[in-house]
């Protein structure tokens, strides 16, 4: 067993299929973009994402995030430094999807910030908690659809010190990208000059 997960489990990982789009990362039947970046581009740049949120790995994001099954960081990190392994970009600044203080009160932590450290220490990029920040308080995103995720995120995020930065944000799962964009969108009105997105995995849309 290695990083709290065996071969076995790791085995039963389903990956996200290929082609994606080369901008939101959602899976295509061809390479390119899809319609919906095309027809309204995003505020990030990219997102990129490992596997589908389906059987093990959901079952293992599950245990981390609501049973405090901490452990679990150092496999989750090391899932998302392998996507960022060859990039051809400087990178400047990892941070994670930042939580309200209400919710890192009643968590007792944030998932997105513990798979952070792990992708900075596999990766040598420097880590900075301080460039975002949530600044009210929002509806659980479970369960809400897509413009409603959006409405419910709206303008929910602040960001700082990043002028000029390429910075890549972390979090666990990616669902329809409300979360990715608000998050891009602080971070472009701050002046960061590119923004990836990275997530363990993502729920794949009927």
Known sequence: MRLGVCAGCRDKIKLLPQPRCEICGKPLGRPGVCIECLERRPEFDKVVSYACFDGIIRDIIHAFKYRKQTVFKRFLGE???????????????????????????????????????????????????????????????????????????????????VKGKVVIVIDDVITTGATANEVARALKSAGASYVLFAGVARTILQ
């Not at 060859?86 to 919710?103: A, F, K, S, Y």
């Open 79 to 161: 899932l998302i430094s392998g996507l960022l392994t060859g990039m051809d970009m400087d990178i400047d600044i990892i941070t994670p999807v930042p939580l309200h203080w209400t919710r890192l009160f009643s968590r007792g932590f944030n998932q997105a910030a513990l798979i952070a450290k792990e992708v900075s220490w596999h990766t040598g990029i420097a880590l900075d908690f301080s460039v975002l920040k949530k600044t009210r308080k929002t509806a659980i995103q479970v369960g809400l659809r897509g413009k409603e995720r959006e409405k419910n995120l709206k303008r929910a995020f602040v960001a700082s010190g």
